[in-house]
């Protein structure tokens, strides 16, 4: 079921059976979660000291929104201005202009993004699901933080702070500094974004305990001193702030798509015609998001048309096999090749079969035999949200934010799921071809009831792809985190990340690998 990882595009990572391929793609065995140091207090009974010190949880969950305005100072004196937007339950802009600086960091549902002097750049990778799950802890005030998916734990006590590590299982990790006397937030750092945010000077607004002065810190070497100046609660923000800017020109998203999806079946096609390295690597992370258990398998694969690829195991945890394992490996991989060798006229027309049902099912539902019904159902479920043009893997691309439609009437499970995503696409806009995309889910995702499988709220994928030399573009990169519930039997949270690496080009038929057929009358070893 690994296999079907090897062809990731864009329309395939909406479909319902991603599902069950991700259900059934990693296994996961129980171990013992380390004890809380018993010297430290519990997570849960710092925040509640916290919540009730800022004026109470009524009150602190009573606030949708809020806006802060302060002034910028150095050596004294007034050198700027700043604002800060924050709305629930996961969205933040700040801004701070100076007479040298104009800079914004943004977060909102689908993305988080930066712009200094109006270059704009969107955060990828850990330092993007860091700065969201800033936006969340901070817009949520911490309240009713134990029913969210945020991980936490008390690491240490340091002077007269304890610590706590924040973290999601996706990597994202944040250290929140609460004072053992008041109880209130002095740090948050962000090693991953190398920002530091420290709070001093608390005072009560409109019932609200509020730090009047935050010195700033953004990639170790850029600092500003704020001064509140005033607050303004529920004055209903409206989501579009937080978006990105789009592109000054406008852009055909939907065409754009309708491109991509042409391409696929092509595409997918000429990978084929490479075989290359899988490194898999699977994570068990604890409740306390720590690192439980870690697997890392390498192997060689050998594409086929028509059928799934072939797999040959390497190494385990950076240990290559024994011997006896390695030849054991290379028997079953060629017994294997000479099966798709001998069956290959038989996929052939199984492919073919199954396109010309796929044609027929387009007809009848009046497409173009050229339409992907996938690409059409994603245009129909999302909205596309601030597209425009940034750099990702030195190439020009147009990135978009995607998030359900409103008062959009899913027909069909797949509709369903995908409605439930929101996310960001970066598109080679030459090539037509997904660069990287990132998606989650908005909502939990049940088949049949939640009986079959249940996907808690924050199952993600991301994945990128590369450009070959020869123009062929081919996947680089997956990883995939989830909390699943599989039938009776339960389930778990599950980390797998899968890159491809060393491809080489053949023709993409079995001969290519020079497999020798066994000879007439070998014994078999036991």
Not at 25 to 45: D, F, H, W, Y
Request: glycine content about 6%.
């Amino acid at each position: 079921m690994r296999n079907q990882f090897c062809c990731l595009r864009l329309k395939r990572a909406f479909r319902d059976g991603l599902i069950l391929a991700l259900v059934f793609l990693v296994g996961a065995e129980l171990t013992r979660a380390q004890k809380p140091n018993p010297r430290l207090p519990s997570v849960n009974k710092i925040i509640d000291q916290n919540l009730k010190a800022l004026g109470g949880k009524k009150r602190l969950a009573s606030i949708a929104d809020a806006e802060y305005q302060w002034t910028v100072e150095a050596n004294g004196e007034k050198v700027g201005t700043a604002r800060l937007l924050r709305k629930y339950p996961a969205s933040e802009r700040w801004e701070i202009t100076t007479a040298q600086d104009q800079i914004i960091l943004a977060t909102n549902s689908s993305s988080a993004w930066q712009s200094k002097n109006n270059q704009l750049r969107t955060l990828t990778g850990l330092e993007s699901t860091a700065a969201k799950l800033r936006a969340a802890l901070d817009s949520s005030r911490l309240v009713n933080l134990k029913k969210s998916s945020v991980l936490g734990r008390v690491i240490a006590m340091s002077g007269p702070s304890y610590i706590v590590e924040f973290s999601t299982r996706g990597g994202a990790r944040l250290r929140y500094h609460f004072a053992t006397d008041s109880a209130l937030i002095t740090k948050v750092s962000d090693e991953i974004g190398r920002s530091v945010f420290v709070f001093d000077d608390y005072r009560a607004e409109q019932g609200v305990l509020e730090p009047h002065r935050v010195q700033v810190r953004l990639d170790q070497s850029i600092e500003y001193s704020l001064i509140l100046q005033r607050v303004t609660y529920n004055s209903t923000l409206a989501q579009s702030v937080f978006d990105p800017p789009a592109a000054a020109e406008a852009l055909d998203i939907a065409a754009l798509l309708r491109e991509v999806g042409k391409n696929q079946d092509e595409v997918e096609k000429h990978v084929s015609e490479y075989s290359y390295r899988q490194k898999e690597t699977d994570r068990e992370i604890s409740d306390k998001g720590e690192l439980k258990k870690e697997i890392v398998k390498l192997y060689e694969v050998f594409p086929l048309p028509n059928r799934e690829a072939v797999q040959k195991l390497i190494s385990e945890n950076g240990v290559p096999l024994s011997a006896e394992r390695a030849a054991k490996e290379d028997k079953r991989v060629q017994q294997e090749l000479i099966e798709a060798e001998r069956d290959k006229e038989k996929d052939a027309q199984s492919v073919a079969r199954r396109r010309a049902e796929r044609e027929k099912k387009n007809r009848s539902a009046g497409r173009q035999e050229d339409d992907d019904p996938e690409i059409s159902q994603f245009l129909k479920a999302c909205e596309f949200v601030s597209p425009r043009r940034e750099r990702l893997a030195n190439r020009d691309t147009i990135v978009f934010d995607f998030r359900p439609r409103s008062g959009f009437k899913p027909s069909s499970r797949v509709e369903s799921l995908i409605s439930k995503l929101i996310g960001v696409v970066w598109i080679d806009p030459v090539d037509k071809q997904v660069v990287r995309l990132e998606a989650r889910l908005a909502e939990g995702f049940k088949m049949a009831g939640g009986l079959l499988v249940s996907l808690k709220p924050g199952a993600a994928m991301v994945m990128e792809q590369t450009r070959m030399t020869d123009g062929v573009w081919l996947p680089r990169f997956a990883q995939i985190n989830l909390s699943v519930k599989v039938l009776l039997f339960g389930g778990g949270d599950y980390n797998k990340t899968i890159e491809w690496s060393d491809y080489k080009h053949f023709s993409g038929d079995v001969k290519d690998y020079k497999i020798e057929a066994p000879k007439v009358g070998e014994e078999k070893k036991p």
